[in-house]
């Protein structure tokens, strides 16, 4: 069975974040770039259940595991 594939304003719905293009970008500018050294989960912009999500996502490989490694790096980058 194929997993199902998330967009990336999916995965700020889950979060309970805003969606739109506009908000996304605005967040991700507002929060980055995270220090080369610190996980997504750690950031200082997540609530527990928000990191947790995340943690999870990545640890078991989840459905959402490759739209978060896409956040990873769009919050990592320094420019």
């Not at 990336?8 to 293009?21: K, N, V």
């Amino acid at each position: 069975m194929e997993q199902p594939v998330h967009h990336f304003s999916e995965l700020f719905e889950q979060l309970g974040l805003r969606s739109d293009a506009e908000s996304i970008e605005r967040f991700i500018e507002r929060n980055s770039p995270l220090p080369k050294d610190m996980p997504l989960a750690d950031a200082p912009c997540w609530n527990e259940g928000q990191a947790e999500f995340l943690r999870e996502a990545v640890e078991e490989d989840a459905d959402w595991a490759e739209v978060v490694d896409h956040l990873d790096a769009s919050m990592h980058k320094t420019s």
